[in-house]
Structures are given as C-alpha cells and as structure tokens.
C-alpha cells in the first residue's frame, strides 16, 4: 500500500515538474510545481483507495493544492499559479475526454450504432466527468481569488511565515 | 489647503498619461498573452496606477485590451487606448517578473524611465528551448500513461509519440501559418504512433496509449483561465478564452479522427 502510494507521487512529481517546464515555469517554482503535484495526486490516491467518489476527490485534493500554494508562494516569491497550474494537470481527466472522443467518431457511423446502442449513455457519462473534473481543478486553483476577492497575496498570512 | 497635496506631487515626477497608458496596454496585453487570469492582469496595473497617482479603468478581453486612464491632480491629463494582445503563448516566467516589477515600482523602488527599461528586458525572456520542452512533455505523458495503467511497452510508445508530435509542432509554428493547423497536425502525427500499440497488440493498455499521448496538447491554461475568469466576473474573456480552448481540442479530435479513420475504426 504504501509503496503504490510512493510510487504515484513519484510519477505525479515528474508530471508536475515536466508540466512546469512546458508552461515556462522559473527554475524556482519547478520543485514546488513536482512536490505540489505529487502530494495532490497521491492524497487523491488515498481518497479513492478510502472510497471516496471521483469528483469529490479531485476537489478536495486541488483546494489542497491551492491552499497550500499561497503559503508556498510566499517561500519561493511567485506568483501561486506559477506552479499550482502545473501541480492541478496532473490530475487532468484525459482518458475521459478521448472515451466521448472517441463515442463521437463512432456515432457517425450507423453500423456501429445499432450493434451498440448503449453508445450515446457512455458518452454522456464520460462528458458530464470531463467537465466536472475540469470545474473542480479550476475551483482548486482560483481559490485564493474566491475566498480573498481583490485582496493580494502578500498581504496573506496563514501562519507566520517570516 | 490646496497647496499640500501639489507640493507633495511635486515631489514625484510629472508623467503625460499618454506614455502611462502606453505602459500599462504593453504590460497587461503582454501578461493576457502569457496565461495570466484577467483578475492578475487588474491587480498589477492597479498597483501601478496607484502609485503614480492615476486612476485607471481596464477592459480586459482576450484578443485585446482596452485601458482609461487619468491624473488624480489634472483632470485634463487623461486618455482611452486599445491594445491588441499579441500571439498567444503560456510562460509563466512573465507572470513572475511582472509582478516583481509591479512591487518594485509600488514600494518606490523604480521610476517611469527605469521601469520601461525593466519591460524591455522582460520582453527579451527566453523560454526553454524546443528539444527539452520535447523531451519532457513526451516523460510527462509516458508517467501520465503510467499512473492511467498502461505498463512499460506503452509508456515507451507514449514518451516517442509525445517528443515526436511536440518537435514537429513546433517547427510548424516557426513557419507562422495558423496555429490551429499545428494542433492539427501535431495530434495526426501522434496518434499514429501511438497507435502502433493497438495496431500490434503491444502492451496491456493499448488504449490508455492513444488516450494519454496527446495529452501535452490539451489547452490547460485557458481552460482552467476561463473558468477563473466567469467565477470572478469578466465574462467576455471567460467566453473568448472557452472559445480558443475548445476550438483546441476540437483540432486534437481532427487529428486524431484523422489518423484513426486512416487505420480502420474497427480496431479501436
């Protein structure tokens, strides 16, 4: 168990990091974008493995990742979203997406329609989570902006940082 | 009465609202293009304004900006201006330097003449070169392949796909034709290696291969950007930035339909 779960945070940390460098992330928030990842993607691991629903899980692992990129950005002088961005794609729902991709290929043609009419239910099913999955890493992310409106990051203080 | 608050003007440098609305257009227009959210664009050019006594209006979208500015002390020191933003590109690098200029600039640290000088360095930041930005997007897909469940064999497809597609997309956009058609062809060009796994029946996951490996196309920032955007209240840059992530995607599903069409629906 706990080796599945160093296992996923280490993969989750590479995908952070690497997303970092592909976003023109300084050479700074790199680490944080790789640590923040990873610790997002195992604590979802965990709550899956508690049985805990999909979207829930994606939700509050990236309101995680956003909290605790305020504190971090005052580590680093960033801006959060520097690495927080990076750090929420580790969890972005691709399978899901290519699955109704795919469904709509496939719908165009009749043939395949009739052999399998329940088609069109599984590609409702894997938009609605794509979506979903998506408005929960965005909310993860803005949660400093919803919860602190117009107010900037410096002057935000969880413990005392300095 | 009257007197206090011109003499500590006075102190300060006169600036012609011409060139400070000029500034602020150059520095948000240029953030809008980077990947900020409109509400970080607001910030920094408030900050800015601030300091130098303006009082400023901003109408962020996404293909331009449009800024009103006027002096606290002399109402007839005002101007409107439009900006269009340029090309579009995340690096967030920008976001960071902008925002130290911002607080450098509000802590009194700068004046007008050295701050433009700042911008014109910001301007010239390099981003990392292709082939490691290749390199690393094709490991970052191989690990997403690898936490979906694919094993080793389409991990390996996934990483060559994904360094392929992402070096071939990149000299298409050196070429200056219309970014779309890169997407286009960046996602044809790796779906069909990837597909060599459903092809051959390698590996255990064939499928998570094809789902993962145009993963490093997905428009991420101006997905979540938009979603940022409508919860905070600029509604135009909310709807444009959708627009532009979903006419994405719609590209990658071109490409892909494509490539798979090409090599018989039936096995997929």
């Known amino acids: 168990m706990i080796v599945n779960i160093l296992i996923d945070f280490s993969l989750a940390f590479c995908v952070g990091y690497c997303w970092g460098i592909l976003f023109g992330t300084p050479f700074k928030g790199l680490w944080m974008a790789g640590l923040l990842g990873g610790f997002g993607h195992c604590l979802r691991f965990i709550e899956l493995q508690l049985g805990l629903g999909l979207i829930p899980s994606t939700l509050i692992a990236s309101v995680t990742i956003g909290l605790l990129g305020i504190y971090c950005s005052h580590k680093v002088h960033n801006p959060p979203v520097v690495f927080t961005m990076p750090a929420c794609i580790t969890m972005i729902p691709g399978l899901f997406a290519y699955r109704s991709m795919l469904g709509f290929i496939k719908l165009s043609d009749q043939a395949t329609l009739d052999r399998d009419p329940k088609i069109l239910q599984e590609i409702s099913h894997n938009a609605v989570l794509t979506f979903s999955l998506l408005f929960a890493l965005a909310v993860g992310i803005s949660i400093s902006a919803l919860l602190f409106r117009n107010k900037s990051l410096k002057d935000i203080h969880f413990f005392d940082v300095k | ?268």
């Open chain 2, 1 to 268: 009465m009257v007197d206090l608050p011109e003499n500590q003007n006075l102190e300060k440098e006169k600036i012609n609202a011409d060139e400070f609305a000029d500034f602020l257009l150059d520095i948000g227009a240029f953030l809008m293009s980077s990947g900020a959210h409109c509400g970080r664009v607001w910030r920094n050019c408030k900050r800015i304004a601030d300091h130098w006594g303006f009082h400023m209006n901003l109408n962020p979208t996404f293909t331009g900006m449009l800024v009103s500015v006027w002096d606290e002390n002399d109402k007839e020191n005002a101007v409107t201006r439009y900006k269009t933003a340029p090309t579009h590109s995340v690096h967030f690098e920008i976001l960071t330097l902008i925002s130290h200029l911002s607080w450098k600039i509000s802590k009194g640290q700068m004046d007008f003449v050295e701050s433009k000088k700042e911008l014109e360095k910001i301007h010239r930041t390099k981003n990392y070169h292709y082939l490691i930005v290749a390199l690393v997007v094709g490991i970052s897909c191989a690990c997403l392949c690898s936490i979906a469940g694919g094993d080793l064999v389409n991990c390996g497809t996934v990483l060559i796909a994904a360094s392929i597609g992402s070096v071939i997309r990149s000299w298409i956009l050196r070429l200056k034709i219309n970014s779309f058609l890169s997407f286009i062809i960046a996602s044809f060009v790796t779906t069909m290696i990837a597909s060599l796994d459903t092809i051959f029946k390698l590996g255990t996951a064939p499928e998570i291969a094809l789902a993962t490996a145009v993963l490093y196309l997905i428009p991420g920032v101006p997905l979540i950007n938009s979603v940022i955007d409508l919860l905070e209240g600029y509604l135009t840059a909310a709807i444009a930035r959708s627009l532009f992530a979903a006419s994405i995607i719609t590209c990658i599903a071109v490409g892909m339909t494509l490539s798979i069409m090409l090599l018989g629906i039936g096995n997929f």
